[in-house]
Each structure stands twice: as C-alpha cells, then as structure tokens.
C-alpha cells in the first residue's frame, strides 16, 4: 500500500521560504510521476508542479515558474517542493501526489495515491 507524508508547512512572511518533503513507502516509484498540489479555502485543488521519478524530469504551473523547485532523492524515496519569493496568494493546504503511469499530468483525476497535506500560510 502507497503512502505518501508530508511535512514542512508553516507559517512565513511574503518573500521567505519553506522546504515541503513528501516521504513515500509501499511501492517501487520508478515508474510513476509525483507532484504536488495545492488548495486554498473554498477553491479547487490546483497543480503546482510534477517530477518523473526516474529521469528527473520536471514541469510547473506558470504561477510557481521560476520560485519554486520539485526534485527527488530516490534513495530516501523522498520528494521536495522548494518555495521561494512567496506570496500571500500561495496560502493553501498542499499535497503530494503519486501517478502510476510515467507522464508529466497535471489533471488531479489521474493521481491515483494523496498525502494528508501541510498548511502553508503567507502573511503580508
């Protein structure tokens, strides 16, 4: 059984910078795609970034483009979402997510395994 946990959400002011990590076990990841997520208060949940897991190979919503950072340390099975230059708009709960088929996707629906989330919180 997947599991995926992240941690490293807080609180920080505009213009800081947090380290999100998302550990998985119960699975061989070589195959998939991971990305994280994220949800604000009464919105959907939105694609910030994905990483293939075996390649490295990255993509970003524009809106993190050139801030925020997706890598992988595949002998801790560990995944990391560096956030620089954040703003209040980056406020939200933010997820890991596993993808079993090897594409860069950034539709939620094709996630097939979640984290429980971490807050993160900018104020201004």
């Known amino acids: 059984q997947v599991q995926l946990v992240e941690s490293g959400g807080g609180l920080v002011q505009a213009g800081g910078s947090l380290r999100l990590s998302c550990a998985a076990s119960?699975?061989?990841?070589?195959?998939?795609?991971m990305g994280w997520f994220r949800q604000s208060s009464g919105k959907e949940r939105r694609f910030v970034a994905t990483?293939?897991?075996?390649?490295?190979?990255?993509y970003y919503a524009d809106s993190v483009k050139g801030r925020f950072t997706i890598s992988r340390d595949t002998a801790k099975n560990t995944m990391y979402l560096q956030m620089n230059g954040l703003k209040p708009e980056d406020t939200a709960v933010y997820y890991c997510?596993?993808?079993?088929?090897?594409?860069?996707?950034?539709?939620?629906?094709?996630?097939?395994?979640w984290g429980q989330g971490t807050q993160v919180t900018v104020s201004s």
């Open positions: 990483i293939k897991w075996s390649g490295g190979n990255t």
């Open positions: 119960g699975g061989t990841f070589n195959s998939y795609a």
């Open positions: 997510a596993a993808d079993r088929t090897i594409g860069l996707t950034t539709s939620p629906q094709r996630y097939d395994y």
